[in-house]
């Protein structure tokens, strides 16, 4: 035998015994799988829903778990990428959980979502927006978080009453996510009477905006809508700024991070973010703050929020005793959750009923202060 | 002047700025492809390595409190060019020299290897965020009315016409005047008989993939300190346009090279200034296979006769 063969020999032996000891803890534990982007250009937000789940799945499990029984959180990475989300959830099917706080891209959750429900999984995503995702009438898919389709009048709404501009740009990442929000903004404007004089897409990954905005300064535009994420957002803020286009930027929830202020530096003072409510700020929530804080990681952001408040639902409804994913998701339709973002409820879609965005002004120091 | 020339200057500006930086990146896969016929696609990852060497040597430098510009650039240049050469010859060592002599595809694939393989290796190395770069150059010139539209020139890119002219320069002088030059020149019509004739045809090689690569590294620093943003997978849509660039002109002719980068950055400026920018790569791509269809060796390529 071999160096190589006698170490091989070795890693087989630790991971059979790995093996073994996952499997003794299998019968008291509750496997919740968390899926989003732990790597890839948007895993900040990634980061917000595993901070989020893990300490819900923390204080559930010091309070005395479920039933006697203890959460069991596992992470999977699907980079945000549609295909990579089909991986995971095949991944998730055979690691045999049976309950998924994820994923959190919506192109990502709509592939993954149809392996769960076709393998009786129950999923709640704590980030994907887009309508489609619960419009397919799948039994297990929920969400607690609004959709684009809230998002969008929410956004078209402020800026026909408060902004009041004189010529809009909307432009998108021609994304699910993206295109989606900003054909909804420009509906709203449109029946505000607000006029569109551009509606066009750019491509996610690009890095020189130059001709767009050109074109936008030639239009004489005053307000722009970016359905999108951060790092074509922050480019463009930057890019405008130094080509002298002088107008106000507005995004979806999707461009509400810290880096849009590293990437756009001065010029992210002002932008506007529909953002679901600050929950952290409420003082009936200081106990789970104080909790995240003491790990050392953020509170702030809004996904932190609702992937809390996802794990929260799923725990109320297991301590009932509906562990089973179909009762599990009866119990939520018919029964009110209470979460760290209030009482919630369910329609027949697995959408929340009345769920608000609220509209933020950013700052550049990463920070934002509510408007409305 | 009417408002519409000034647009028009814009966006030739905007597509000249970008087209510039396609360049440089287009002569490292043209001079490779003429010296050994394999088309390297690692090459955009070198590019992106050279703007995370960039990254590097700033933040160092400013760690230690320096914050003279000119030292700042010469250092950020210097130090890019070199690491990122050294990625450039070692690609070729371990990636491309085992494989030569054998099928075409074989380097080929080998090349996508080493394109995942350094995507990964930074993206592990250095975390997938976007890292946002320091602006050292900021400001710039605004001509026309001030109250209707007007062109803005931003110094630095008047710093990426410069230093793209000045690299070119010294890289048609170097091909054409040096002795190395004219080994690469001997090689690029034909390898087994410059080998023949008592020219290192591996030194040859090796030089050539670092030049790819210093050119990369250039492209990487004005590029990073342009855009401001750099991430690991910038280096796959970069190098796909340079690419396009360098098929465009004629793979193969480093004149075409820049030919093909300037034609395709303004038209893609055009494009989306004039029509939309949904429709930018579309016809940027449309108008490659265009040019192939009646010109297959590309604008200013000329098969078996002249290829460096």
Redesign the interface.
């Given at each position: 035998m071999n160096k190589w063969t006698k170490t091989a020999a070795g890693v087989a032996v630790s991971l059979a015994l790995l093996g073994s000891s996952a499997l003794a803890n299998a019968a008291d534990t509750i496997k919740i799988a968390m899926a989003g982007p732990v790597?890839?250009?948007v895993?900040?937000y990634g980061d917000m829903q595993f901070t989020g789940g893990n300490a819900a799945i923390e204080m559930i499990n010091q309070a005395g778990g479920i039933n006697g029984k203890q959460l069991e959180a596992v992470i999977y990475d699907d980079a945000c990428d549609p295909k990579q989300a089909v991986a995971v959830a095949n991944k998730i099917v055979n690691d045999g959980a049976k309950y998924v706080l994820g994923h959190l891209c919506s192109s990502a959750t709509q592939p993954a979502s149809d392996i769960y429900e076709d393998e009786g999984i129950l999923i709640i995503t704590a980030a994907s927006t887009s309508p489609e995702i619960t419009g397919r009438g799948y039994e297990l898919v929920f969400r607690t978080i609004g959709l684009d389709s809230d998002q969008g009048p929410t956004a078209a709404k402020y800026i026909a009453e408060q902004v009041k501009p004189k010529k809009v740009a909307v432009i998108h990442d021609?994304q699910q996510y993206g295109e989606g929000i900003a054909s909804s903004v420009k509906i709203g404007l449109e029946a505000a009477n607000i006029p569109v004089v551009a509606f066009?897409?750019?491509?996610a990954?690009?890095?020189?905006?130059?001709?767009?905005i050109?074109?936008l300064?030639?239009l004489?535009v005053d307000f722009v809508y970016y359905g999108g994420y951060h790092?074509e957002l922050?480019?463009l803020l930057?890019?405008s700024k130094?080509?002298?286009l002088d107008a106000m930027f507005m995004g979806p929830e999707g461009v509400g991070n810290k880096?849009i202020s590293?990437?756009a530096?001065e010029a992210s003072e002002g932008l506007l973010v529909t953002l679901p409510k600050k929950y952290d700020l409420d003082p009936a929530n200081k106990a789970v703050v104080d909790h995240i804080v003491a790990k050392g990681e953020d509170a702030t952001g809004p996904f932190v929020w609702t992937g809390y408040a996802a794990i929260q639902a799923m725990a109320q409804g297991m301590k009932a005793g509906k562990e089973d994913p179909f009762e599990l998701a009866e119990y939520l339709r018919n029964n009110t959750a209470s979460t760290v973002m209030g009482d919630l409820q369910w329609d027949s879609k697995g959408d929340l009923k009345g769920f608000e965005f609220g509209v933020f002004s950013w700052h550049k120091d990463g920070t934002s202060t509510q408007k409305q | 002047m009417s408002?519409q020339f000034y647009?028009f200057l814009?966006?030739i500006l905007?597509?000249v700025?970008?087209g510039s930086t396609y360049a440089l990146i287009a002569i490292g896969y043209t001079m490779v492809y003429g010296i050994i016929g394999m088309i390297n696609f690692a090459h955009g990852e070198v590019y992106m390595i050279g703007s995370y060497a960039a990254f590097f040597v700033l933040a160092g430098l400013a760690m230690l409190g320096i914050d003279s510009l000119a030292l700042l650039l010469i250092a950020a240049f210097a130090l890019s060019i070199m690491i990122t050469s050294a990625y450039g010859w070692s690609i070729e060592r371990v990636a491309y020299r085992p494989l030569r002599g054998g099928n075409r595809l074989i380097p080929l694939i080998s090349a996508i290897g080493m394109s995942i393989f350094l995507q990964n290796f930074v993206?592990l190395a250095q975390?997938?965020?976007?890292i946002?770069m320091p602006?050292l150059i900021t400001g710039?010139w605004?001509i026309g009315p001030a109250d209707a539209?007007?062109v803005?020139l931003?110094y630095m890119q008047v710093v990426i016409f410069v230093v793209t002219f000045i690299s070119m320069t010294v890289l048609t002088a170097f091909i054409s005047k040096s002795k190395m030059g004219r080994a690469c020149r001997a090689c690029a019509e034909d390898i087994g008989m410059a080998n023949l004739l008592g020219i290192n045809t591996n030194k040859v090689i090796s030089i050539t993939f670092v030049i790819g690569a210093a050119l990369a590294a250039v492209a990487g620093v004005l590029?990073s300190m342009y855009?401001?943003?750099i991430?690991p997978?910038?280096g796959f849509?970069a190098g796909l346009k340079a690419f396009t660039a360098a098929v465009l002109g004629g793979i193969g002719s480093i004149p075409g090279a820049v030919l093909g980068g300037l034609i395709l950055g303004i038209t893609?400026?055009?494009?989306?200034?004039y029509f939309?920018?949904?429709y930018?790569?579309v016809v940027s791509f449309g108008l490659l296979c265009f040019v192939l269809l009646f010109m297959p060796t590309g604008i200013l390529g000329k098969p078996e006769v002249e290829k460096v």
């Open positions: 790597t890839g250009p895993a900040q021609k066009e897409g750019i491509t990954g690009d890095k020189d905006f130059s001709a767009i050109a074109k300064k030639k004489d790092p922050g480019l930057r890019q130094e080509k002298g880096d590293s990437i530096g | 408002e647009y814009q966006q905007n597509g700025t970008i993206r975390g997938s965020r976007d946002a602006s710039g605004t539209f007007n803005t931003s590029l855009y401001g943003v991430n997978y910038l849509m893609e400026a055009i494009t989306a200034g939309s920018s949904e930018k790569d």
